[in-house]
């Protein structure tokens, strides 16, 4: 159904979606909508941006860099949020606004020492819920130390957290991991020093935003609901 609906059409209803969401949870804080623009075509990243979507995100540096010659969309932020090979972080750096996907101690050092000078890159930390061997992200061992770490740099800015839990096709069988993560934000920002503001839940996809927001997400990743199914490469 997704694909026969224009990328305006389909923004409309998402946000319908996204509000209804929100009213569920009683919530009126805002959610970020974040277009995951990963084997689309330029010419529809382009479509998007002029629905109105601002913040848009790729998953491997590589395509990010050959796609970004083709567009110019002054303001739009962009978001990694695929995992980051210590030798891409200083491109990465140059192509994307927020670093969604920081998983390492050895990793969060890497881009403090790259990060040009005066700056202070956003960066979510991407945590392994199911402890999955076949995901990335820090698994909750290493959670606390990696936070404690990333705080005191200082050209990161950690905002958050960020999860890309196991699939189900129910998603409410998702719903005990977001809840899961929105926990480990509460219990690590009681742990942190003030002035550090864990704010952020990037979590949720086009399968389960609503549950997601239900739980505290502040950001939701969506790709297939915006633009349709995703070619295969
Ligand atoms: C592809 C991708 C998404 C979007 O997935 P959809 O199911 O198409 O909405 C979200 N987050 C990450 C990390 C992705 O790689």
Redesign the pocket.
Same mark, same amino acid.
């Given at each position: 159904m997704a694909n026969i609906l224009s990328v305006s059409d389909a923004v409309g209803r998402l946000e319908e979606r996204m509000q209804a969401a929100l009213h569920r949870a009683q919530r009126t804080d805002p959610v970020t909508l974040v277009a @995951?623009t990963?084997l689309i075509d330029p010419k529809r990243i382009a479509e998007a941006y002029r629905c109105g979507i601002r913040h848009f995100?790729e998953?491997r540096v590589q395509e990010a860099a050959e796609k970004r010659r083709f567009l110019s969309l002054p303001s739009a932020t962009w978001h990694l @949020? #695929?995992h980051l090979q210590s030798n891409k972080a200083r491109q990465a750096l140059e192509l994307f606004d927020w670093i =969604? +996907?920081l998983d390492s101690v050895a990793l969060a050092e890497r881009l403090n020492r790259l990060a040009a000078v005066g700056k202070k890159v956003p960066v979510l930390i991407q945590v392994n819920l199911g402890n999955e061997p076949s995901k990335q992200g820090i698994s909750e061992e290493g959670l606390l130390s990696l936070v404690e770490r990333t705080a005191a740099l200082p050209h990161l800015d950690l905002r958050g957290l960020m999860c890309?839990p196991p699939y189900f096709d129910d998603p409410e069988q998702v719903r005990p991991f977001f809840r899961q993560l929105a926990e480990w934000r509460d219990t690590l920002a009681a742990r942190l020093p003030p002035g550090v503001n864990l704010r952020e839940l990037s979590m949720g996809? +086009? =399968?389960d935003?609503e549950v997601a927001i239900e739980e505290g997400a502040t950001m939701i $990743? @969506? #790709?297939?609901?915006?633009f349709g199914p $995703?070619p295969t490469q």
């Open positions: @995951v990963k995100a998953n @949020v #695929g =969604q +996907s890309l996809m +086009s =399968q935003f $990743r @969506v #790709g297939t609901a915006l $995703r």
